[in-house]
């Protein structure tokens, strides 16, 4: 079982950027492959960002590639969405999800824990 914990979200301006944070409990952080999705208001959970155990592979939605990073920091059972280049359509709540079933996916089926989710708004 792991706890998961968003932070950073907020209102930014298009153009600017975010660095959201999804803290995880327990201590086998590293067994778990950790995605990004979003929610946009009347919208489906869409795919944003994975990255694998160790970090060696990294997968983005064309939507976000070339302006959003995911990242995580094991020993700080820590993943990160650096989040540049913002616009309007990046508005939704950014949620982490966890999964020791897969290498690391897009499919919101393959996670098994989630956390709460993080506001993003971005003003044009």
């Known amino acids: 079982q792991v706890q998961l914990v968003e932070s950073g979200g907020g209102l930014v301006q298009a153009g600017g950027s975010l660095r959201l944070s999804c803290a995880a409990s327990?201590?086998?952080?590293?067994?778990?492959?950790m995605v990004w999705f979003r929610q946009a208001p009347g919208k489906e959970r869409e795919f944003v960002a994975a990255i694998t155990r160790f970090g060696s592979n990294r997968y983005y939605a064309d939507s976000v590639k070339g302006r959003f990073t995911i990242s995580r920091d094991n020993a700080k059972n820590t993943v990160y969405l650096q989040m540049n280049s913002l616009k309007p359509e990046d508005t939704a709540v950014y949620y982490c999800?966890?999964?020791?079933?897969?290498?690391?996916?897009?499919?919101?089926?393959?996670?098994?824990?989630w956390g709460q989710g993080t506001q993003v708004t971005v003003s044009s």
């Open positions: 327990g201590r086998t952080f590293s067994s778990y492959a």
């Open positions: 999800a966890a999964s020791k079933g897969v290498l690391a996916s897009s499919a919101k089926s393959d996670y098994d824990y």
